[in-house]
C-alpha cells in the first residue's frame, strides 16, 4: 500500500483549481499508483496530458482519446441542430487522434438524455456522428446510453498509428519553425454570432456557422505530417496562444510568434473588428499547429493540401511568458493567458497593448 | 451516399423508446453506415449490444466499452461518498471486461463537475479509482475534465482476450446449463436500506453498503471461464432475469431458471421478505451468468475460486417467455419483465404469483 496521506490537499473549489490543475491531480494520483516495472506501464508511450494517449501494441502504436460535450456548458440546443451535435461531438474527438497523426479506428458513445427529447433529433444526431464517421472510416462499435436531467455526450476514439511514429507535445525543440494549417478565428467568430453579433450576409453566416458547429478534422494533414518528419504536433482547441503554451510546457521551451504571420481567416479579418484576438486566443479551429526544422517545414508545404504558414520559431531566449507575441518589429505585444480553460473566467482575456 | 430518408423514425419521447430501444436506434443507424468489406468493420468480431466491443487485432482480441454514471440518476452524493463513487465508476467498467473474460489494460475518464466542489473530494475520488485500477493493473492514461451543473462521469476501459477467444451474449444454445458466481442480491438489498428501510446490526449495514458502492469485479473469474472452456457470458449489472434475457436475446434461445436454485445472499435471506425479488431483478450484483453444457460449468466449479451455482437451463421448450422462472414443482412462476432498465419505469416490476 502507497501512503496516500503523504498528500496533503488544501481546501479548495473545483473552480479554484481549474482544468489543468485538475487534469494534473488526476495525473499525480495516477503517477503514485503506476508501476513502471509492469506491463501495462511499461508500455505506455504517451499517459495524460496530451491530445489522445499512446501505447506500444503488437505492431504499431495504439491511440485513445475521450472529450465530453456537457448542455448549457458546451452547446445551447436553441442554437445548435442535432444534426450539427452528433458532428462536433465525434469532430472534436477525430480531431485528437489527426493531433497525434494516427488513424481512427473505432468509435464509443456514451449519451446520457432527458426523457423528454424527441426519438426523432436523436436519430438526427447518430445519423450525422455515422456520417461523418465513416467519412474517416471509423467504426461505432459501442456505448451506453442513460437518462439525465440535461444531455451529456461522450465520444471516445481509438485508433492507432500509421507507421512507427506518432505526434506530441513533448518534443519541440529551440530553433525549430512554428506553423500552422489553415485559417484561424472563424469558429471564434461563428461564436460571437451567436452570442449577437449582427452578420448581415447569410452566406457569411452559414461559413462561421459550419465553422463552429461542423468543423473537419485534419485527420489526413495529421498522417502527412508524420510521413514528412513531423514530430510536434497539437490540434488548436483552446486557442493557438493557449495549445503553444501547452506545447511549450510539454516540451520546456520557449515560443515567440508574429502577430502579423497569424492566418487569420479572411472572413473574420472583414467582418469582427478583433479578429487578431479571435484568431489567437478563440479556440476550437481544430487546425494542426505543429513545430519542426525549416526544410521539415517547407516539405509540409508542398505535401499538404492545405495552406501552411509559418507564425514563429521555438526559441531559447528569455522571454516574458513561455508563449511571447511580437509585432513586425519585434515589440512584445502584452498578451494576457488566453484561450478557453473551463472554471476559471479565462476566456478573451487577451488584451492588445 | 445512403438514402437516409428511408428510415421513418414516428412522433416518440425517448422515455417512450426506452433505453434498449435507444441503443438499437444507435445500432441501426451504425449499420446504415457500415461498409462490411472494409476495414475497421471487417475486423468487429461484437459491434453493439454486448458487454464490452471486441474486434481482431494483430495478435488478439482488443476489448472496449463505456459506462456512464450520472448524479442523482445513478448515484446520489448525500449517500455515496468520492472514495465509493471513484471506485464504483471503474468497478463498473471492468465488470463489463469481466464478462467478455479479458483482461483490462488502459482506462480513460472523463468527469463533468460542478466548480463549487471541494477538490479533496475529487482527490478522494481519484486515488479510490487508481486503487482499484492498480488492483487489476490498470493505467489510467488519460480523460478530460469539464464543468458541468452536475456530476457526470464516464470511464472507458480498453484491454483484450487473454488467449484468443472472448466471452459473448450470443453463444448460448439449447441442453446448456445456466450458473451464476457468487450470491445475488446484495447490492438491491444495500439500495433498500438506503432508501429507508433499517438495517440495525451495523455489520450488515456495512456489507450491504460495500456490496452496492464498492463492488468487486469478477476479472479473474471470467477469464478463468474461458480457459475452462466457457463461451457465453454476461455480468448480472441489470438484474438476473433482465440478463439472462439478454442472453437469450442475443442467442435466439429460451430459458427456465428454478427460482429454489438461485443463490441468494444468506445476509439477504435473513433480512428482507423479499430476498427472491431483490435476486431476480435487483441488478448490480456484478456476478458473472454464464451457459455452458455440464461436464463444463463441473470444470468451473473446480477452477473457480468462488461458489458456482446452477440455476438453470437453456431450452428449445416454447415458454410463454424468453425467461421463465419455475418453482420445484416446474410450477410456472409469473414474473413481468424485471431488471433495471432507463427511461421506463421497469424497476421491481416482477411479481410473484
Redesign the interface.
Not at 48 to 68: E, F, V
Not at 254 to 283: D, M, R, S, W, Y
Not at 321 to 349: A, L, P, Q, Y
Given at each position: 500500500m502507497l501512503n496516500?496521506a503523504s498528500?496533503i490537499?488544501p481546501?479548495?473549489?473545483?473552480?479554484?483549481?481549474g482544468?489543468f490543475g485538475?487534469?494534473n491531480?488526476?495525473r499525480s494520483?495516477?503517477a503514485?499508483?503506476?508501476?513502471s516495472g509492469?506491463?501495462?506501464?511499461q508500455e505506455?508511450l504517451?499517459?495524460?496530458g496530451?491530445d489522445?494517449?499512446a501505447?506500444q501494441?503488437?505492431?504499431?502504436i495504439?491511440l485513445?482519446?475521450?472529450?465530453?460535450l456537457?448542455q448549457?456548458?458546451?452547446f445551447d440546443l436553441d442554437v445548435i441542430n442535432w444534426d450539427e451535435l452528433g458532428w462536433k461531438a465525434l469532430a472534436v474527438n477525430l480531431s485528437d487522434i489527426a493531433a497525434m497523426g494516427g488513424i481512427p479506428?473505432?468509435a464509443?458513445?456514451?449519451?446520457?438524455?432527458?426523457?423528454?427529447?424527441?426519438?426523432?433529433d436523436?436519430?438526427r444526431f447518430?445519423?450525422s456522428m455515422?456520417?461523418l464517421?465513416?467519412e474517416f472510416?471509423?467504426?461505432?462499435?459501442?456505448?451506453?446510453?442513460?437518462?439525465?436531467?440535461?444531455v451529456?455526450i461522450?465520444v471516445?476514439i481509438?485508433g492507432c498509428s500509421k507507421g512507427k511514429a506518432i505526434l506530441k507535445r513533448s518534443t519541440a525543440s529551440s530553433g525549430e519553425q512554428i506553423a500552422v494549417t489553415g485559417y484561424l478565428g472563424l469558429s471564434a467568430a461563428g461564436l460571437e454570432m451567436f452570442k449577437g453579433k449582427t452578420i448581415s450576409d447569410p452566406e457569411i453566416s452559414n461559413i462561421l456557422r459550419r465553422a463552429h458547429f461542423k468543423p473537419m478534422p485534419r485527420v489526413k494533414e495529421g498522417q502527412i505530417l508524420i510521413e514528412q518528419g513531423v514530430k510536434t504536433a497539437i490540434d488548436i482547441s483552446d486557442g493557438l496562444i493557449a495549445d503553444l503554451d501547452h506545447i511549450c510546457e510539454s516540451s520546456k521551451v520557449n515560443a515567440k510568434i508574429k502577430i502579423e504571420q497569424v492566418p487569420v481567416h479572411p472572413v473574420v479579418t472583414a467582418n469582427f473588428p478583433n479578429h487578431q484576438e479571435l484568431a489567437l486566443c478563440g479556440g476550437e479551429d481544430y487546425e494542426l499547429l505543429f513545430t519542426a526544422d525549416e526544410a521539415t517545414i517547407a516539405r509540409t508545404k508542398q505535401a499538404l493540401n492545405c495552406p501552411v504558414t509559418v507564425i514563429g520559431d521555438i526559441t531559447e531566449e528569455k522571454l516574458p511568458t513561455r508563449v511571447t507575441v511580437m509585432d513586425s518589429k519585434e515589440n512584445i505585444i502584452s498578451c494576457k493567458k488566453g484561450g478557453w480553460e473551463?472554471?476559471k473566467n479565462g476566456v478573451f482575456e487577451v488584451k492588445f497593448a
Amino acid at each position: 500500500m502507497l501512503n496516500k496521506a503523504s498528500v496533503i490537499i488544501p481546501p479548495m473549489k473545483v473552480s479554484e483549481l481549474g482544468e489543468f490543475g485538475l487534469i494534473n491531480l488526476i495525473r499525480s494520483s495516477s503517477a503514485r499508483y503506476e508501476n513502471s516495472g509492469r506491463t501495462p506501464w511499461q508500455e505506455i508511450l504517451v499517459g495524460i496530458g496530451d491530445d489522445a494517449a499512446a501505447w506500444q501494441s503488437d505492431n504499431h502504436i495504439q491511440l485513445a482519446t475521450t472529450d465530453t460535450l456537457v448542455q448549457d456548458i458546451h452547446f445551447d440546443l436553441d442554437v445548435i441542430n442535432w444534426d450539427e451535435l452528433g458532428w462536433k461531438a465525434l469532430a472534436v474527438n477525430l480531431s485528437d487522434i489527426a493531433a497525434m497523426g494516427g488513424i481512427p479506428k473505432y468509435a464509443l458513445l456514451s449519451l446520457a438524455l432527458p426523457g423528454e427529447l424527441e426519438v426523432e433529433d436523436i436519430s438526427r444526431f447518430t445519423n450525422s456522428m455515422m456520417h461523418l464517421a465513416r467519412e474517416f472510416g471509423v467504426a461505432i462499435v459501442g456505448g451506453n446510453v442513460a437518462t439525465a436531467p440535461n444531455v451529456v455526450i461522450t465520444v471516445t476514439i481509438i485508433g492507432c498509428s500509421k507507421g512507427k511514429a506518432i505526434l506530441k507535445r513533448s518534443t519541440a525543440s529551440s530553433g525549430e519553425q512554428i506553423a500552422v494549417t489553415g485559417y484561424l478565428g472563424l469558429s471564434a467568430a461563428g461564436l460571437e454570432m451567436f452570442k449577437g453579433k449582427t452578420i448581415s450576409d447569410p452566406e457569411i453566416s452559414n461559413i462561421l456557422r459550419r465553422a463552429h458547429f461542423k468543423p473537419m478534422p485534419r485527420v489526413k494533414e495529421g498522417q502527412i505530417l508524420i510521413e514528412q518528419g513531423v514530430k510536434t504536433a497539437i490540434d488548436i482547441s483552446d486557442g493557438l496562444i493557449a495549445d503553444l503554451d501547452h506545447i511549450c510546457e510539454s516540451s520546456k521551451v520557449n515560443a515567440k510568434i508574429k502577430i502579423e504571420q497569424v492566418p487569420v481567416h479572411p472572413v473574420v479579418t472583414a467582418n469582427f473588428p478583433n479578429h487578431q484576438e479571435l484568431a489567437l486566443c478563440g479556440g476550437e479551429d481544430y487546425e494542426l499547429l505543429f513545430t519542426a526544422d525549416e526544410a521539415t517545414i517547407a516539405r509540409t508545404k508542398q505535401a499538404l493540401n492545405c495552406p501552411v504558414t509559418v507564425i514563429g520559431d521555438i526559441t531559447e531566449e528569455k522571454l516574458p511568458t513561455r508563449v511571447t507575441v511580437m509585432d513586425s518589429k519585434e515589440n512584445i505585444i502584452s498578451c494576457k493567458k488566453g484561450g478557453w480553460e473551463h472554471f476559471k473566467n479565462g476566456v478573451f482575456e487577451v488584451k492588445f497593448a
